[in-house]
């Protein structure tokens, strides 16, 4: 098991409604990243956060936001909910980029 | 975009006999790639991890090869196991970059 929890673990919302998931990073991680992971899929970069700045994006809309705590942990935030935000939440983190990257057990947002 | 691609979608293979699980890449900046193995409803989990200046690591029951002139990857798992089952992916890290690049796995079936 690693140290990296995230939560909730599962989660149904309505299109257009906002959500807030959390990641707490493995003790001695400053490096959190976020990714989206569709179903069948491989997990898909979202971004990347380090001493609480944003260090790094993928292609992904404004919508996608977050958040990192002087304390490492970490929010993605989510606005105006779209079916195809369906997916499972991965939280990976690390000491510094390009080092090894430990995922949490992931949260499974469900938009109805 | 991504650049990992995986040669076979599904392996199935006896308890016992060794797994070879194949993966290419397209960049030649890739500097880092990690394996990691996830099994149904959680997250991905830290396999083995190779740099480019190597061509092979050992871990316990795996080990990890890199050609980086055919820009080819693979993860042998030796004696396999059923708790082996689960689908592998690997990720890659571009000129030591903020993010990973997975592909879309491969599924591996331990047959008792």
């Known amino acids: 098991e690693t140290g990296v929890t995230q939560s909730p673990t599962h989660l149904i919302k309505t299109r257009g409604q906002q959500v807030t998931l959390r990641c707490s990073s493995q003790?001695?991680?400053?490096?959190v990243s976020w990714y989206q992971q569709a179903l069948g899929q491989g997990p898909q970069f979202i971004f990347q956060y380090y001493r609480e700045e944003e260090n790094g994006r993928g292609n992904f809309p404004p919508r996608f936001s977050g958040l990192q705590f002087p304390n490492y942990s970490s929010e993605l935030n989510v606005n105006a909910l779209e079916l195809d935000d369906s997916a499972l939440y991965l939280c990976a983190s690390s000491f510094i980029m390009n080092t090894e990257a430990f995922f949490g057990q992931g949260t499974r947002l469900t938009v109805v | 975009g991504e650049s990992v691609g995986l040669h076979l979608p599904t392996l199935s293979v006896q308890e016992g006999d060794n797994s070879i699980i194949n993966c290419a890449y397209s960049n030649s900046a890739s500097d880092y790639f990690i394996w990691y193995k996830q099994e149904s409803g959680k997250g991905p989990q830290f396999i083995i991890d190779?740099?480019?200046?190597?061509d092979k690591r050992q871990g316990q029951r795996v080990t990890v090869l890199l050609n980086k002139t055919v820009k080819h990857l693979s993860l042998q798992i030796a004696a396999t196991q059923p708790g082996d089952s689960a689908v592998y992916f690997c990720a890659e890290n571009i000129d030591t970059g903020n993010q990973f690049y997975f592909g879309t796995g491969t599924s591996l079936t331990v047959i008792p």
């Open positions: 190779i740099r480019s200046n190597m």
């Open positions: 003790s001695g991680h400053n490096t």
